[in-house]
């Protein structure tokens, strides 16, 4: 099987390693899925040193009295200023009405039900969202008058082998959207398209924006009927389409606020006519989002692909956390917050799975 997806693709390294099945309860795989998305083993490039945990000495020194800044105090101060978020802040989001107006989105991706498929299944939802904010926070140390917005991004609709998808129990959903408003926190619904169709999709996803923390996404990748087989694709003129239903949905039922679309790439089939897409419209914060994992060079080079889409300003990177459990298919070494933040224009969107 690995055979056939490695040579369905240009790099298989690239290939998203997120399940394509339902998922099932939490910390189980069906035999369907076993195996299907394990990356080979390699050993990346030596391109980047890997970065250090915040001060290793900082522990072993006494703690300043009144009065007097910490090392680590000191040092996250400089790394703050040498960043200069808020000067690098880009333009077009600083026109926005949105989130991203001041605010650096910082989110768990996955689905509830697996523990494989992302950061946001790996635990209980306090617990959860007790890992999310403290990642947001060490952005939110880094950015100076740039805020951070937590946020939650759920696999709405999960694509299965034949392409048909499945998608997320009502009830379940209902929880962590709740839980998100209750407690600071964002809420993005991601659609796997599979044989179906992106304004299909968004039609699902519509009735949620009654919500004024949710925002919605989609994954080209799975825009497919062959999924895991070969990556997908969607046309500009689809992604024009599901703005301007947004837009139009928002309007028509009078519901507040600038939403955001979140779109994946991490290959040129995912986007046809890239330089077709738009992102003027009033109510939709398009984010570009560079998806696909590796070392900081691989993950830089899709950074700066994506980034050739002047057309799409608002960018977004993706980061895979390490796991004990599967050979490859993560980000090795993992880039830091100050790493992230050193990207050209400063991302909008950081994203964990």
Do not use: C
Not at 144 to 170: M, N, Y
Not at 224 to 247: F, H, K, W, Y
Not at 249 to 277: A, C, D, K, S
């Amino acid at each position: 099987m690995l055979a056939a997806i490695v040579s369905a693709v240009d790099d298989p390294l690239r290939v998203d390693p997120e399940s394509v099945f339902d998922p099932g309860p939490v910390g189980t795989v069906g035999p369907a899925t076993e195996g299907l998305f394990v990356a080979p083993e390699y050993e990346p490039q030596a391109v980047l040193p890997d970065p250090p945990t915040e001060p290793t000495i900082i522990a072993a020194l006494p703690t300043p009295g009144p009065g007097v800044p910490s090392l680590l105090r000191i040092d996250i101060d400089a790394k703050r200023d040498a960043l200069d978020v808020e000067r690098r802040w880009p333009a077009a989001a600083r026109a926005s009405d949105g989130v991203v107006r001041d605010r650096i989105v910082v989110a768990y991706y996955g689905h509830p039900n697996s523990r494989r498929m992302g950061a946001l299944g790996e635990t209980d939802l306090p617990l959860m969202a007790e890992k999310l904010k403290a990642r947001a926070a060490e952005y939110d140390e880094l950015a100076g008058a740039i805020g951070v917005a937590p946020a939650f991004h759920i696999i709405f609709a999960t694509v299965h082998p034949d392409a048909t998808v499945g998608v997320i129990r009502e009830a379940q959903l209902l929880e962590y959207i709740e839980f998100a408003a209750a407690n600071d926190i964002i809420v993005f619904l991601d659609h796997q398209i599979g044989a179906g169709t992106v304004r299909g999709a968004i039609e699902r996803m519509l009735p949620y924006l009654r919500y004024p923390h949710v925002h919605l996404a989609f994954d080209p990748e799975w825009a497919t009927t062959r999924p895991g087989l070969e990556i997908g694709g969607v046309d500009a003129s689809e992604i024009n389409m599901a703005q301007q239903m947004m837009q139009d949905y928002l309007i028509e039922h009078g519901l507040p606020g600038t939403r955001m679309l979140v779109v994946h790439q991490f290959n040129w089939r995912m986007i046809r006519n890239r330089e077709q897409v738009r992102a003027d419209f009033p109510r939709v914060d398009l984010i570009h989002h560079a998806d696909g994992f590796g070392n900081p060079a691989q993950k830089i080079d899709s950074w700066r692909f994506n980034v050739l889409a002047g057309n799409i300003p608002l960018k977004g990177f993706k980061l895979f956390y390490p796991k004990s459990w599967r050979a490859g298919g993560y980000d090795y070494p993992l880039m830091s917050p100050a790493d992230v933040l050193r990207l050209d224009p400063v991302p909008v969107y950081i994203q964990y799975q």
